[in-house]
């Protein structure tokens, strides 16, 4: 019995540690933080919205998949160097392969996913970004989970003026 009790035990630590990760940049002063659960996307789903058009149901499809998102954006020096070592430590103990990077207007954005049911779907897309925006220091951690269909991720981040948005139309799974 003990040794089922230790294994459950390592067994559902990752999966405590993944959802506690950035959690604590939740309540911090200097950090602008939004999270959106699954419950916001099923309400939205429901929302009536004139689903006549194929675009429209696979957006609707989209978010109804969509477990959460998180976002966390900071300029403060502190803060930031602290949200890139947790960035660090996160990928290292995850299994999130990069699926690419992005230099260009003073930015350094990083994408990450993890493997879902297929080869067009994600269970985890990540983003971490550093630079300047309007001539600010930022970082920003970006979290998006459940199953994400790439091909029309795009367009949910764009809709939400998400940081990153313009180059998620780029990613592909390799």
């Known amino acids: 019995m003990k040794k089922l009790a230790i ?13 506690q990760a950035f959690s604590k940049y939740e309540n911090m002063k200097d950090v602008d933080a939004m999270v959106m659960t699954s419950k916001m996307f099923k309400m939205l789903a429901k929302v009536d919205l004139s689903d006549d058009h194929p675009e429209t149901r696979q957006y609707l499809k989209l978010i109804e998949n969509l477990d959460e998102i998180k976002m966390f954006t900071s300029s403060t020096t502190s803060v930031r160097q602290q949200m890139e070592k947790d960035v660090e430590s996160y990928l290292s103990s995850n299994a999130l392969d990069q699926l690419m990077r992005v230099k260009e207007d003073g930015k350094n954005i990083r994408f990450y996913s993890k493997s879902g049911r297929n080869d067009s779907v994600v269970s985890e897309l990540f983003m971490f970004m550093e630079g300047q925006e309007k001539g600010k220091p930022i970082s920003i951690i970006l979290s998006i989970t459940g199953d994400i269909d790439l091909s029309q991720l795009s367009r ?5 003026k998400i940081p990153g948005a313009e180059e998620l139309k780029n990613v592909k799974k390799n």
């Not at 294994?7 to 959802?19: D, E, K, N, R, T």
């Not at 949910?156 to 939400?160: E, I, Q, V």
């Open 156 to 160: 949910l981040t764009s809709d939400l």
């Open 7 to 19: 294994i459950l035990i390592l067994g559902l630590f990752p999966m405590v540690s993944q959802a």
